[in-house]
């Protein structure tokens, strides 16, 4: 089973719908029971990082959360939920985050527009199922004012540069992370979600 977790995010029905385009089934779900028995859990982000949080503690998924990553189960973040994977965020003076990556979550540097918003192109670092088809350069959806800087530069599979060059995806294991929307991102981004479910599934999930 896919669960989707349902905290709130303005973007999660756009995910839902990338998913199920695919062919895939998926349910969208705000109850820790469902993620904790789930085969892959994809956790979209828009928003901010303390009201992310917040929810993710009022229903209960901190834990559930960190539990299915560290069991090693296919999970996917998508930007604000790349983003409190790691210790903490600069954002609203100080956040905490789920800790499961250690590294901070910084400001885009000043001197150029911010939020990040639009097409921009991701600099693929190293091979991975995950780029199968997808071209070196090719471009996606950003919308964001802060960028993941993990202590561990060797999980960076993709940048991205605006202002600084900023880690774009994330891949540890079955744990895959982005900085941008794949469900915004046309057929590269279908194609990323795609080859994540093949990747994780042997497309089982369909």
């Not at 756009?14 to 695919?22: G, Q």
């Not at 089934?25 to 993620?35: F, G, I, L, Q, W």
């Not at 892959?40 to 299915?68: H, Q």
């Not at 194609?191 to 093949?198: I, P, S």
Request: hydrophobic share 40%.
């Amino acid at each position: 089973m896919i669960c989707i977790i349902d905290y709130g995010a303005g973007n999660l029905r756009s995910v839902a719908k990338a998913v199920a385009r695919l062919g895939y089934r998926a349910m969208v779900t705000a109850r820790p029971s469902e993620v904790l028995s789930a085969s892959v859990v994809i956790l979209p982000g828009v928003g901010a990082a303390g009201d992310t949080m917040r929810s993710l503690e009022a229903l209960g998924m901190v834990d559930p959360i960190r539990w299915v990553i560290g069991e090693g189960r296919p999970f996917l973040g998508i930007c604000l939920g790349l983003q409190v994977l790691l210790t903490s965020s600069e954002e609203g003076g100080g956040q905490e985050c789920l800790d499961v990556l250690p590294g901070r979550v910084r400001k885009l540097p000043q001197g150029i527009k911010v939020p990040h918003m639009g097409w921009n192109q991701v600099r693929q670092m190293s091979p991975h199922p995950l780029f199968e088809g997808i071209p070196d350069g090719a471009n996606f959806y950003f919308v964001h004012s802060y960028y993941a800087d993990p202590d561990d530069r060797s999980i960076v599979a993709g940048e991205t540069d605006y202002g600084i060059a900023f880690p774009s995806v994330i891949i540890k294991g079955n744990m895959v992370a982005t900085q941008f929307h794949p469900e915004k991102s046309g057929d590269w981004g279908l194609r990323m979600y795609d080859n994540f479910l093949k990747f994780v599934g042997g497309g089982s999930w369909r």
